[in-house]
């Protein structure tokens, strides 16, 4: 079932400008709009909360049109990257004050005692938010929204301002929520990590337009165009030619490549963790290059190596210790054909 749909919405707002965005998110899913800072994210989200109308489009909960309907009457729950608690309240209030307006105040403690007791947030009920660290603050701001049974959850960057322990247990959180609740939730970051760890589906925006929307493997494997794979972080992307069944990027790089029907493939991507050392005879998509380059990281080391092309490989510390490699070292490799893309 479609719970929010976005048709070809448009808005220019200071100095961001959303076009012609359509999307649609059904209930129960996870859906992460995923793109650098500054593309529009945010200003989508507060047109679908209601905090701003759009200059064309449309915007539709459960098929009904809430274009012009005020943002309290859409029953979403919307948690700011800075949280947006009340200061001046405590901990307790700041949950039940949407709480009250929508359910007796029987009901509103009964609510708020038990998500609570889910979020382990019950000992702070009688804090004030400038008492409590940022996961805490988190934890009440989304108590607050969670309280009032919103049909969809609207998170604009929640996670941009924890420290990363911070950041990998709301995450975790995050994740047990949307379990346990069956939560429809919306999700802006530019954080890609971030995007791989909670979504189900995904939406690229990029200078602002949706670029591409499917669910987190699709997006995440099979980026359709060059923006997409850039951002996604994919490090080898490789300039070339499609020619009788093979993509030629120039005399050392040459890969099989599937059929292709009134497609112009102009470059072939493939991650720098699915390229493999050595190779085995008859195996396809070897190569020899040299070594121009390695970067210690801490859980990884990145190689560069010279074909013409960059070619980038990311080994384990592990992986490289069996290697005597320095630069300028000549190397065997080889890249799995389910590993390749083309664009």
Same mark, same amino acid.
């Given at each position: ?24 998110v059904d209930r129960g899913q996870y859906f992460v709009i995923l793109g650098p800072s500054g593309t529009g994210k945010t200003v989508l989200l507060e047109i679908i909360a209601g905090f701003h109308h759009p200059d064309k489009g449309r915007v539709y909960l459960f098929d009904k049109d809430i274009t012009r309907l005020p943002a309290e009457a859409r029953k979403m729950g919307f948690v700011y990257q800075d949280y947006m608690l009340f200061p001046h309240m405590t901990v307790k209030d700041n949950i039940l004050f949407g709480a009250k307006k929508c359910f007796p105040l029987s009901d509103a403690l009964d609510k708020m005692m038990r998500l609570v007791d889910i979020l ?48 990998? +247990? ?29 979504? +189900? ?13 499917? +669910? ?128």
């Open positions: 079932m479609v719970v929010l749909k976005v048709a070809n919405v448009s808005k220019r707002l200071g100095d961001f400008t959303i076009n012609n965005i359509n999307l649609e382990g947030i019950g000992h702070l009920l009688d804090r004030f938010p400038l008492t409590l660290s940022g996961g805490e603050q988190q934890r009440v701001a989304l108590a607050r929204v969670l309280i009032i049974e919103p049909t969809i959850l609207l998170l604009d960057e929640p996670l941009s301002s924890l420290d990363p322990n911070s950041k990998e +247990t709301l995450q975790m959180e995050l994740k047990r929520i949307h379990e346990k609740f069956d939560t429809t939730i919306l999700h802006i970051t530019h954080d890609f990590n971030e995007a791989m760890s909670l979504a +189900t589906h995904v939406g690229v925006m990029i200078d602002g337009t949706l670029a591409q929307t499917g +669910t987190a493997d699709e997006v995440f494997s099979h980026p359709n165009n060059l923006d997409v794979a850039s951002f996604l972080g994919i490090e080898n992307i490789i300039p070339g030619q499609y020619v009788d069944g093979t993509f030629k990027c120039n005399e050392k790089l040459i890969f099989p490549a599937p059929p292709v029907n009134n497609q112009n493939l102009s470059y072939i991507y493939f991650l720098s963790k699915d390229v493999r050392l050595g190779c085995q005879p008859g195996s396809s998509n070897c190569f020899h290059g040299v070594v121009a380059g390695i970067s210690f990281q801490k859980d990884f080391v990145n190689l560069s190596i010279d074909m013409g092309h960059q070619v980038k490989i990311k080994l384990s510390h592990r992986e490289f210790n069996d290697y005597p490699l320095t630069c300028g070292s000549n190397i065997d490799f080889h890249i799995p054909a389910s590993s390749l893309g083309f664009i």
